[in-house]
C-alpha cells in the first residue's frame, strides 16, 4: 500500500495464472493458458497527528526564527527564548500540527503548564505574526500542516524566573494526543513608573526632591507632578494622595489649574516612556494652626497594583495675618500734664506673631510712649510675641504740651501696631485705633486744714485759733482734692510729707480711696500704719476698681475726695 494512500481510495492491480500441464516448466506451450485475475483494494482510515517547534511538526527542529522580536532556538522536539522577556510583556511561540493520518481530522490544541498568574492562549496566526482567535477543534486535512500560536501573557511578578516550561498538545479526534515543549529562558525586570515632582517638561524625568507647597486655611496647596511610565506596556494609573486630594491634569505644563483641565483619578493608558504632568490640589483646613505636615502623592498600576511609585513632599498651612487693636480712646489733661490710653491687642491669626509699635513723632508738643503695664516703662517703641489667639494690654502715654491752654486744645493720633507672622511666608498686617487727647483749661484744687485732737483717735477736735501747737499735741490735717474744672480730670493724685518734728500716727480715707508709701509702685485699700522712705505718701481715688491709681481714674466736675492724716508734735 503507498504511504500516502488515502483512507476510503481504492489501491486496484491484476494478477494471472499458467497450468504447466506437463511439469516442463517450458512457457507457451499448447494448451497450457494463462487466465489473468484483476483484484482491488480499499485503503484503511490511519489516524494521527503532530505537533512541534515552527516548521518541524514531527520533530527534528533545528535552527532559529524572530518572532515579536524575540529570537527563539529549536532543538529536536522543544524550542527556547534566547532573548530575555520583560515581565508583564507577552511572549508567543509558532507552532506546526501535522495531520499524519490518512483523512481530514479534528484536531483539540492546548498549552498547559503555565505558572499562577500567567494566561497563556492557543491562537492562530499570520505570515507577519499577527495573533486571531482560535476556536477548537481546528480541522486539518490529511498529510498536511497547520500552523498556530501559543502566546502568554507574562506577569509582574514573574521577573527572575527562568526556564518556563508550557506543554503544548495536540489531539485528533479518534486518537492519540501528541506533545511538544516550548520554553521561555529568562524573565527580567519590568521598569517600574515613576512619580514625582515635574517642571511641565517631558524632556526631564521626574524627581523626588522634596517639594514643600503652601495653602491658606480653607483653600488648597497646590504641587505640581509628573508621572512617566516606566514600564514596558500600556499601564493605566490610579491617583492617591492626602485625604481630600483632587488631582488634575496639567495640559499646558504651566503648574495652574486653567479651565478645561480636567480633574482625574486614573490616567488614561500611557504608552512605555509616556509621561503625564499632573497638578494635586490639596485641601487645607479651614481653621488649621501654622505647620508643616508630609504629603504623600502615590500612582498605582490598574495592571498590577505591586506596580506603584510615591513621592513624599511637604504639604505647609500658610500664616495668615490677623487681629485686633481696640478701642479708639479720648482722654484730656492738664497742660503739661499726662494721660495713658489704654487698649488691647489680639493676635487672630493661625500662628505666632511679633508685634511692634513706635516711634511715634512729637508734633503740636504732643509726645507718645509706649508700654503693656499701666505703671510703665514707657518707651517709645513696643515690641514682643503673641501666640494664636493671645491678646496683650497697649498703653499709650500721652504728655501734653505745657503751653497748651483752652478747652478746645486737643490731638487726635492714629496709633499703628504691626503683627508680623512668625511662620511662612511671614505675611504681616497693620492695625491702628485713633487716640484724642485733649487739653483741660483748669486744674483740680486742694484745700487743706487743721484742727487739734483731744487724743489719737480725733473724736474730739478743736480749732488751732492763734495758729500755734504745743509739743505732744496731736493734730489733724483734712485734705480735700476737687476738680473744680468744668471737664472730667483723670488720674487725679494727692502728694503730702510729713511735717518736721512730727511722727506718724494714722491715715484716714473714704471708700475707694487707695494709698502708696512708695511713689506709685504699689497701691493699698489699707491705710499705712507708718511712712518710710522720704516720709510721704500718694493717695487717690479708684474709679474704675483696678486696685491701682493711674489715668484711667477719672473726677468728674466738681468730684473729688478727703484724705485726713494724724501726726503728734515732737
Not at 515581565?87 to 479534528?106: C, E, P, Y
Not at 498568574?117 to 496566526?125: A, F, K, M, R, S
Not at 503751653?403 to 507672622?421: F, R
Request: charged share 10%; glycine share 12%.
Amino acid at each position: 500500500m503507498p504511504a500516502t494512500a488515502l483512507a476510503g481510495s481504492t489501491v486496484g492491480g491484476s494478477a494471472s495464472a499458467r497450468f504447466d500441464g506437463n511439469g516442463d516448466a517450458a512457457t507457451n506451450e499448447l494448451p497450457e493458458t494463462t487466465t489473468p485475475v484483476a483484484v482491488s483494494t480499499t485503503v484503511a482510515t490511519v489516524t494521527g497527528g503532530a505537533v512541534g517547534p515552527s516548521a518541524f511538526p514531527q520533530a527534528g527542529a533545528t535552527g532559529t526564527y524572530t518572532l515579536g522580536g524575540v529570537t527563539i532556538a529549536r532543538s529536536g522536539d522543544t524550542q527556547t527564548t534566547q532573548t530575555d522577556i520583560v515581565a508583564g510583556t507577552r511572549v508567543t511561540f509558532r507552532q506546526t500540527l501535522r495531520n499524519t493520518g490518512n483523512a481530514s481530522n479534528d484536531f483539540t490544541l492546548a498549552v498547559s503548564g503555565a505558572p499562577s498568574g500567567w494566561t497563556c492562549t492557543v491562537n492562530t496566526i499570520d505570515g507577519s505574526g499577527t495573533l486571531g482567535t482560535l476556536t477548537n477543534p481546528v480541522t486539518v486535512a490529511a498529510l498536511t500542516d497547520y500552523t498556530f500560536a501559543v502566546s502568554c501573557a507574562v506577569p509582574f511578578s514573574a521577573a527572575g524566573s527562568t526556564n518556563v516550561a508550557l506543554t503544548v498538545t495536540a489531539t485528533p479526534a479518534g486518537g492519540s494526543a501528541d506533545t511538544t515543549t516550548s520554553t521561555v529562558a529568562t524573565i527580567t525586570a519590568a521598569g517600574l513608573p515613576q512619580l514625582g515632582n515635574g517642571d511641565g517638561s517631558d524632556a526631564t524625568a521626574p524627581t523626588s526632591t522634596n517639594v514643600t507647597a503652601g495653602g491658606d486655611p480653607g483653600g488648597n496647596a497646590l504641587f505640581r507632578l509628573e508621572l512617566l511610565n516606566g514600564g514596558p506596556v500600556d499601564e493605566a494609573f490610579t491617583l492617591s494622595g492626602p485625604a481630600g486630594t483632587v488631582f488634575y491634569l496639567d495640559l499646558d505644563g504651566d503648574g495652574m489649574i486653567d479651565p478645561g483641565e480636567p480633574p482625574v483619578t486614573t490616567t488614561a493608558a500611557l504608552t512605555p516612556g509616556q509621561s503625564v504632568n499632573l497638578i494635586a490640589a490639596v485641601p487645607v483646613a479651614a481653621g488649621s494652626a501654622t505647620g508643616t505636615s508630609p504629603a504623600v502623592f502615590t500612582a498605582t498600576s490598574t495592571l498590577d497594583a505591586t506596580r506603584t511609585s510615591s513621592v513624599t513632599d511637604t504639604l505647609r498651612v500658610n500664616a495668615v495675618a490677623s487681629g485686633t487693636f481696640t478701642a479708639d480712646s479720648s482722654l484730656s489733661t492738664i497742660a503739661g500734664g499726662t494721660v495713658t490710653h489704654a487698649h488691647t491687642l489680639t493676635n487672630t491669626g493661625n500662628g505666632a506673631a511679633d508685634y511692634a509699635a513706635g516711634p511715634l513723632p512729637t508734633t503740636g508738643g504732643f509726645a507718645y510712649a509706649f508700654s503693656t503695664s499701666a505703671s510703665g516703662p514707657f518707651t517709645s517703641t513696643l515690641g514682643g510675641t503673641l501666640a494664636a489667639g493671645a491678646s496683650t494690654p497697649v498703653y499709650v502715654r500721652v504728655t501734653a504740651p505745657t503751653l497748651a491752654s483752652g478747652a478746645t486744645d486737643s490731638q487726635t493720633k492714629t496709633v499703628p501696631v504691626t503683627l508680623t507672622m512668625q511662620d511662612a511666608p511671614q505675611p504681616a498686617v497693620t492695625l491702628s485705633v485713633q487716640d484724642t487727647t485733649g487739653v483741660q483749661s483748669v486744674v483740680g484744687t486742694v484745700n487743706k486744714s487743721a484742727l487739734r485732737c483731744a487724743d489719737a483717735t480725733c473724736a474730739v477736735t478743736s480749732a488751732i485759733t492763734d495758729g500755734k501747737v504745743s509739743p505732744g499735741d496731736i493734730v489733724q490735717y483734712t485734705l480735700q482734692v476737687v476738680n473744680s474744672g468744668t471737664s472730667t480730670l483723670y488720674g487725679a493724685l494727692l502728694s503730702d510729707t510729713r511735717p518736721t518734728s512730727t511722727t506718724f500716727v494714722k491715715l484716714t480715707g473714704g471708700t475707694s480711696i487707695l494709698f502708696s508709701t512708695d511713689s506709685g509702685a504699689t497701691w493699698t485699700a489699707a491705710p499705712p500704719t507708718a511712712l518710710s522712705g522720704g516720709n510721704d505718701f500718694l493717695a487717690g481715688l479708684d474709679t474704675n476698681g483696678d486696685s491701682v491709681i493711674n489715668d484711667l481714674d477719672t473726677l468728674a466736675p466738681g468730684a473729688g475726695f478727703t484724705v485726713t492724716f494724724v501726726v503728734r508734735i515732737n
